[in-house]
């Protein structure tokens, strides 16, 4: 292209081309900012009008609620609900005065009373047809106590559509005792979201939590479902996100529509602004045609300008380019008569100086030119020829390269003469470093451990000197963290010489990992990293065989208390960091002379192999304890945990690992019986504690099946009757070879184990079958109290099983009493709380045991809901000789009093204490001094002489 027309070309590009990309910044910075602002507006006012519905919904629920606690409306719902078939007309007559008066508001079409079967019996409009609610979701909410918006309703006005809003009636109990109800026109929400427009194409609309329009510019589609997808995912996502707000871009019927919603209050109504968005566009188009319309004006000025500038500069170089052209066609003659002192001006005088050059040297060139041909034939021959030798060399190197770099090992080779070293490209990504010009010994005492450059060297230093013609060895490095596998073989000359050394290099790094990971699954604890139980035992064993000069050894199994409430509650991740924190800690103390090992779950066992005096063990075990003193930080929770340790001694307390470790288990029970976080030495009388409470266990697993559990019951005396007028239900357990068994000393181990919840369940379901029968043989007025375990109480399914069994024995649940002691609500009070009101509902009442021998608390007496408090026997024993027990005993049955919750003293054994129970005004008393623990046939009997006496 010539330069007068290139050059208008680049003063106009040059112009153009910022002004368009200024046009485009502007256009998207200003088109972005219109379109931001449109949406925000939209969002803002999505906003501000759902809060605005908001407080006018709720100034209507709260209309409807005042409506509910007026006394007039109170009255008749209690008279209906006292005399259903015989109305005070005064109170109804009071009532529907008040809903007429009620509807005379504008925007109320009707009120009416809802009893609490969901009859409506007071209307404002008498015309109306009376229906029943009873079976609607709508009053089943309403009966809890909640307040319902219903679905858009058709009745017979004018706009044919309206809404209840239903409100529940309390009694002075607050128990809802019925509902009342206005049903309000629905064009009032029609008009609210009318009178919201944007623009041309923007429009509101309002939604139920079922997402049907409650209200919409098109009242047709008034009680219909929302069609969009695309709004419903926005708001399903906010339900999801807990949002009460959201907004976004979606289709709807081929248009795209940017639509903001506000969820209102709490009856989840949601109100929706949506607006076109091309209209909302439409401002930046018009903005982006004006900016174009200003460029092409400007292109036109400049183009003109340009071309008239082009011309006056490129005169000249027309004519020199003209005697150019004449000068390639072979005239020298003609020059250049443009003179001008510009460049272009000295340009012509050096052209016209250098044709008078070539017309001199254009003769000579002519003769050379001749001679040049001759000489270009013979080199093109030549040419061809290597370039045919080179394409078949490439050809060769390229497949020979693409094989090396196919193999995954490094092909090297070391020239000994010239100390020049070779390897393939996969060297720089398993040595990390290129191969070029290296030198290699550097390198490898670079690269390798030290241990293994020695034995590297040993071996090629065998190979140089000729004792060796191959090698293998693995190699470490330390710098890539990587195994490597050496492979070398040596070359020699015709002579013999050395003359090169060349090898492969293998990774081996991940054959490594395996290798180690197979050796640790096979000897240690995959958790913790310490010997696993076949390690430790295959390793004990071999120290106590008799080849081994062991004088005196110990053995500590270490077990971690109440472990399980940390896995519970902390849940088992945090759990197996604490096992990996004690078992890092463990290690790092003991001796260089023990081994350690996780035996499962938190147990662990530690083998010292010399022991010198008692007075090593115990500083051993002072060392371990002492680990537990402070909470342990584990992700930034303090954890409080103790151990037990048992500690058998080699040779004395066994020769055998399986003895030893059966008697240091036996020693660490013993431990957590004193107390836990405590240390025992194993002695023999261990054990046959432990066979005692395995023999207990096993009577206590068979009892159930072999019928040797039993109850018996002691009466509970009403001091102003002097009558009997309940029973404590009391578990007793006599095998057929190990005889009576007192309760002190299998309930605990039931606890223990878990038995005590099937043991607990058998006892609840005799006492209530004894109960039954009672009732059956005429003494109605008989209640049973239960001993409940905090353990039956942690069982999941406590609640349905008690309901299940109450329901089969089919006794009133008030005559039923649950006795627990302090210890059921001290590890989770809140969760009790919810417990044992739930037992509550259920019409079964809650007795307090022992009250005073643990952690009483005033709070907890008030926040529990008690119908009686047993005050323990250790209070009454001595409440004939202590002013100070005697003035407890008073404080104890004049705060339960207060609280309304009855008393009963157990223990009682003499006159005396009874007399001054019952000066205190204490309301039931339990001892022997009435009657001891009965079987069933004599409580019987004792019934039907109180009965006749």
């Known amino acids: 292209m010539q330069i007068k027309k290139k050059l208008p070309l680049i003063m106009i590009s040059l112009i153009c081309v910022p002004l368009l990309i200024l046009a485009v910044v502007i256009y998207l910075y200003s088109a972005n900012n219109l379109i931001r602002r449109s949406e925000n507006n939209i969002k803002q006012l999505a906003t501000s009008e759902g809060r605005a519905l908001e407080a006018l919904i709720k100034a209507k629920e709260y209309r ?116 009342v109800c206005q049903v309000i026109f629905n064009n009032w929400f029609s008009d609210f979201s009318k009178n919201i427009k944007i623009e041309q194409t923007g429009y509101a609309y309002i939604l139920d939590e079922k997402l049907n329009f409650i209200a919409h510019p098109d009242i047709i589609k008034e009680g219909e479902a929302l069609v969009s997808d695309g709004m419903r995912q926005m708001i399903k996502e906010a339900y999801d996100k807990e949002e009460n707000h959201g907004a976004g871009v979606y289709t709807y019927k081929g248009q795209e529509k940017y639509g903001s919603f506000y969820i209102v209050g709490d009856i989840d109504w949601i109100i929706c602004v949506v607006q076109n968005v091309k209209e909302i566009e439409k401002q930046a188009v018009i903005e982006f045609l004006l900016i174009i319309m200003s460029i092409i004006v400007l292109v036109i000025i400049v183009s003109i ?117 070779f390897a393939t490209e996969k060297w720089e990504e398993l040595v990390g470093c290129s191969s070029n010009n290296i030198k290699i010994f550097n390198v490898i005492k670079d690269t390798l451990e030290p241990h293994h450059i020695e034995v590297f060297m040993l071996v090629l230093k065998g190979c140089i000197e000729g004792r060796n013609d191959s090698f293998s060895q693995e190699l470490y490095m330390k710098n890539e963290h990587r195994w490597l596998l050496c492979k070398g073989h040596v070359v020699r000359s015709e002579n013999g010489k050395l003359d090169k050394l060349i090898g492969i290099l293998t990774d081996i790094t991940d054959n490594k990992a395996n290798e180690e990971r197979v050796r640790k699954l096979a000897f240690f604890d995959v958790l913790t990293g310490c010997l696993n139980k076949q390690t430790f035992m295959e390793s004990l064993e071999t120290w106590l065989s008799p080849g081994e000069a062991i004088k005196d050894a110990a053995l500590l199994f270490i077990d971690l208390d109440d472990f399980k409430k940390i896995n519970d509650t902390l849940g088992h991740e945090m759990g197996d960091k604490l096992l990996n924190y004690v078992a890092k800690v463990l290690r790092h103390i003991i001796p260089q002379d023990s081994f350690i090992s996780r035996f499962g779950g938190d147990e662990f066992v530690i083998f010292k192999t010399s022991v010198s005096d008692l007075g090593e063990i115990q500083e051993m075990v002072y060392s371990i304890l002492n680990i537990f003193q402070d909470p342990i930080r584990i992700d930034g929770k303090d954890i409080h945990i103790t151990c037990s340790i048992g500690i058998a001694l080699y040779p004395l307390d066994g020769t055998s690992g399986d003895i030893l470790l059966k008697n240091a288990d036996t020693a660490m029970y013993k431990a957590k019986d004193n107390g836990k976080n405590s240390y025992s030495f194993y002695a023999p009388d261990m054990s046959k504690s432990l066979d005692r409470k395995l023999l207990v266990e096993g009577a206590l697993r068979e009892a159930i099946g072999k019928n040797t559990l039993y109850l018996q019951y002691q009466p509970i005396i009403e001091l102003k009757t002097g009558k009997t007028v309940a029973a404590e239900a009391l578990l007793r357990l006599k095998d057929d070879e190990l005889g009576f068994i007192s309760p002190g000393e299998f309930i605990p181990i039931a606890e223990e184990t878990g038995l005590i919840i099937p043991t607990g369940d058998w006892v609840i379901e005799n006492a209530l079958r004894e109960l039954s029968y009672y009732r059956l043989v005429g003494y109605e007025s008989l209640s049973i109290t239960i001993n409940v375990s905090s353990l039956q109480m942690k069982d ?154």
Not at 341 to 354: A, T, W
Not at 398 to 409: G, V
């Open 305 to 421: 300008a340009s071309m008239q500038i082009s011309k006056k500069i490129t005169r000249p170089i027309d004519q020199l380019t003209t005697i150019i052209s004449h000068a390639s066609d072979g005239d020298f003659g003609q020059i250049c008569s443009y003179a001008g002192n510009d460049e272009i001006g000295v340009l012509s005088k050096h052209y016209n100086q250098m044709l008078k050059s070539l017309g001199e040297s254009h003769s000579d060139l002519n003769h050379v030119c001749e001679e040049l041909s001759a000489t270009q034939a013979e080199l093109k021959n030549n040419i061809e020829e290597l370039t045919r030798s080179k394409e078949a060399l490439l050809i060769s190197e390229k497949r020979y390269k693409t094989t090396l770099n196919a193999i995954e090992e490094v092909i090297w080779e070391y020239n000994v003469k010239t100390k020049t070293f």
């Open 64 to 179: 409807v609620q005042v409506l509910a606690t007026d006394e007039r409306i109170i009255d008749a719902l209690n008279e209906k609900e006292s005399n259903a078939t015989r109305m005070s007309s005064l109170k109804v007559e009071k009532a529907k005065e008040l809903l007429k008066q009620v509807c005379t508001n504008e925007d109320i079409y009707e009120a009416f009373l809802i009893d609490k079967e969901g009859n409506i019996f007071i209307d404002s409009n008498e015309e109306s047809e009376q229906i029943t609610l009873k079976d609607q979701e709508m009053y089943e909410n309403v009966l809890k106590g909640e307040t319902v918006f219903s679905d858009i309703l058709f009745s017979n006005t004018e706009s044919g559509k309206v809404i209840n809003i239903t409100v529940p009636v309390k009694n002075e109990y607050d128990e809802v005792i019925g509902a």
């Open 796 to 949: 999941r399914n406590f609640i349905d099983k008690l309901k299940l069994m109450v329901q089969n024995a089919k006794i009133p649940p008030e005559f039923i009493k649950l006795e627990v002691t302090e210890s059921v609500f001290m590890e989770n009070v809140e969760k009790s709380i919810n417990l044992f009101r739930e037992i509550k509902k259920m019409g079964i009442k809650l007795a307090l045991d022992d009250f005073g021998t643990g952690y009483s608390s005033l709070n907890y007496l008030r926040s529990i809901p008690l119908d009686i408090l047993k005050i323990d026997k250790s209070f009454i024993d001595e409440i004939t000789t202590s002013r100070v027990l005697s003035e407890i005993v008073d404080s104890i049955i004049g705060m339960a009093h207060t609280l309304d919750i009855l008393v009963v003293a157990e223990g009682v054994e003499s006159e005396e204490q009874l007399s001054i129970l019952k000066e205190k005004g204490c309301d039931f008393i339990q001892g022997y001094f009435f009657s001891k623990p009965l079987m069933p046939n004599q409580l019987e009997e004792r019934l039907q002489e109180e009965k006749y006496a």
